[in-house]
């Protein structure tokens, strides 16, 4: 009797063993370790309303009026805006401005100055008509000027959700800004209080007016992460080509398999539209490139046209066929052994404009596909 206690004490401590081995190896995804989608949570995206891709604005007449750009950030509050304090858009770094059925809206992608590359997904909230805002906040901004003529009867209003919204330094000399990442907080300035907000309007007032454009601008402070402390004031102002506003429309497109995809807003805390496909091993391939997929649901969605991914002695070499009636203005890939991009400074996973693809690679692999599209 007392052999057999043992051995049943001995197969009892063998199987909480096993468990705890096994709890131990199954990392959550906030470590971005993933080991298979079945241990993932599902997290509901929001519904998507429209996407713009966003466009550098210039300033109305004067000395700098030729000045294209995004987003300012000098180091003082009073400093002029000049070249080398603006950050504007290129061939490779481009916003996407995402707004949600929940009355929150998302800004992400890169913007550029010289060689210092910005990495942005700022969070807004509390979407607001004109009326309700001015009752709680403070009066929009309402002059006109020369070379704009505001829409006041649609402008909205959101606030920089500061819990969720980042801006990262990432790449080349970015002066006084170093390379960090840094909270995001909406700033208001007593002088000038009908700037408070995000303000997303058709036209904005001080900014160029060579297209009728909707149009957001947003003053906010960078903040220390850990202090909370406010470091320097940023502005941002761009013209929004949206998909619903107008035929000119530009989409976001990812590639698709239903037999290797995963959605990317399943895994809990990432909100990000699109797929990972894999594991996939050496071999050539070709996926459809899908636009307009709401939580990750393809019925409603839009073939843009396909990738076709080429694996082969440990490289990866992707090649996007655009359907001929869009122009491709922007295309991003990840290739990698981690089911999720992930970033060396920040162990965070990476949005489209940071995506590279591994050197070097063997075995299975995951890919991620994005392009922005535009109708020609």
Same mark, same amino acid.
């Given at each position: 009797?007392?052999?057999?206690?043992?051995?049943?004490?001995?197969?009892?401590?063998?199987?909480?063993?096993?468990?705890?081995?096994?709890?131990?190896?199954?990392?959550?995804?906030?470590?971005?370790?993933?080991?298979?989608?079945?241990?993932?949570?599902?997290?509901?995206?929001?519904?998507?309303?429209?996407?713009?891709?966003?466009?550098?604005?210039?300033?109305?007449?004067?000395?700098?009026?030729?000045?294209?750009?995004?987003?300012?950030?000098?180091?003082?509050?009073?400093?002029?805006?000049?070249?080398?304090?603006?950050?504007?858009?290129?061939?490779?770094?481009?916003?996407?401005?995402?707004?949600?059925?929940?009355?929150?809206?998302?800004?992400?992608?890169?913007?550029?100055?010289?060689?210092?590359?910005?990495?942005?997904?700022?969070?807004?909230?509390?979407?607001?008509?004109?009326?309700?805002?001015?009752?709680?906040?403070?009066?929009?901004?309402?002059?006109? =000027?020369?070379?704009?003529?505001?829409?006041?009867?649609?402008?909205?209003?959101?606030?920089?959700?500061?819990?969720?919204?980042?801006?990262?330094?990432?790449?080349?000399?970015?002066?006084?800004?170093?390379?960090?990442?840094?909270?995001?907080?909406?700033?208001?300035?007593?002088?000038?209080?009908?700037?408070?907000?995000?303000?997303?309007?058709?036209?904005?007032?001080?900014?160029?007016?060579?297209?009728?454009?909707?149009?957001?601008?947003?003053?906010?402070?960078?903040?220390?992460?850990?202090?909370?402390?406010?470091?320097?004031?940023?502005?941002?102002?761009?013209?929004?080509?949206?998909?619903?506003?107008?035929?000119?429309?530009?989409?976001?497109?990812? =590639?698709?398999?239903?037999?290797?995809?995963?959605?990317?807003?399943?895994?809990?805390?990432?909100?990000?539209?699109?797929?990972?496909?894999?594991?996939?091993?050496?071999?050539?391939?070709?996926?459809?490139?899908?636009?307009?997929?709401?939580?990750?649901?393809?019925?409603?969605?839009? =073939?843009?046209?396909?990738?076709?991914?080429?694996?082969?002695?440990?490289?990866?070499?992707?090649?996007?066929?655009?359907?001929?009636?869009?122009?491709?203005?922007?295309?991003?890939?990840?290739?990698?052994?981690?089911?999720?991009?992930?970033?060396?400074?920040?162990?965070?996973?990476?949005?489209?404009?940071?995506?590279?693809?591994?050197?070097?690679?063997?075995?299975?692999?995951?890919?991620?596909?994005?392009?922005?599209?535009?109708?020609?």
């Amino acid at each position: 009797m007392k052999n057999l206690c043992l051995v049943v004490l001995f197969i009892i401590l063998l199987l909480a063993s096993c468990e705890a081995e096994r709890l131990n190896n199954s990392q959550s995804i906030d470590t971005f370790e993933v080991i298979s989608t079945s241990q993932l949570s599902i997290a509901k995206s929001p519904i998507i309303i429209d996407e713009c891709l966003a466009s550098d604005v210039k300033l109305c007449p004067g000395t700098f009026a030729n000045l294209a750009y995004n987003l300012w950030w000098p180091e003082n509050i009073n400093d002029s805006i000049i070249p080398n304090n603006i950050f504007s858009s290129s061939d490779r770094n481009t916003l996407l401005f995402t707004e949600y059925h929940d009355g929150s809206a998302r800004l992400m992608g890169t913007t550029k100055m010289g060689s210092c590359i910005l990495s942005l997904e700022i969070w807004f909230k509390d979407q607001m008509e004109s009326g309700e805002w001015s009752g709680k906040y403070a009066d929009p901004l309402t002059e006109r =000027s020369d070379c704009k003529d505001i829409r006041f009867d649609i402008q909205r209003f959101y606030l920089i959700d500061e819990q969720k919204s980042t801006i990262r330094t990432i790449e080349g000399d970015c002066g006084f800004r170093g390379l960090n990442t840094y909270g995001i907080v909406q700033r208001k300035e007593a002088s000038s209080p009908s700037h408070y907000g995000s303000q997303l309007n058709f036209n904005n007032p001080e900014t160029d007016s060579i297209f009728v454009k909707k149009s957001l601008s947003s003053r906010a402070w960078v903040m220390n992460q850990s202090t909370g402390e406010l470091l320097w004031p940023i502005n941002l102002d761009f013209h929004l080509e949206c998909a619903v506003q107008s035929n000119d429309s530009c989409q976001t497109a990812y =590639s698709f398999d239903e037999n290797i995809a995963s959605c990317l807003s399943s895994f809990e805390g990432l909100d990000q539209l699109g797929w990972v496909l894999g594991p996939l091993n050496e071999g050539d391939y070709s996926f459809d490139m899908f636009a307009n997929t709401a939580n990750c649901d393809i019925t409603d969605g839009e =073939s843009l046209g396909t990738v076709a991914v080429s694996y082969e002695s440990g490289e990866v070499l992707v090649t996007y066929n655009i359907n001929k009636e869009y122009e491709l203005m922007e295309s991003n890939t990840y290739a990698g052994k981690n089911m999720l991009p992930l970033s060396k400074s920040t162990n965070t996973v990476q949005i489209p404009g940071e995506y590279s693809i591994t050197k070097d690679l063997h075995g299975e692999i995951y890919i991620i596909t994005h392009a922005v599209v535009c109708l020609q």
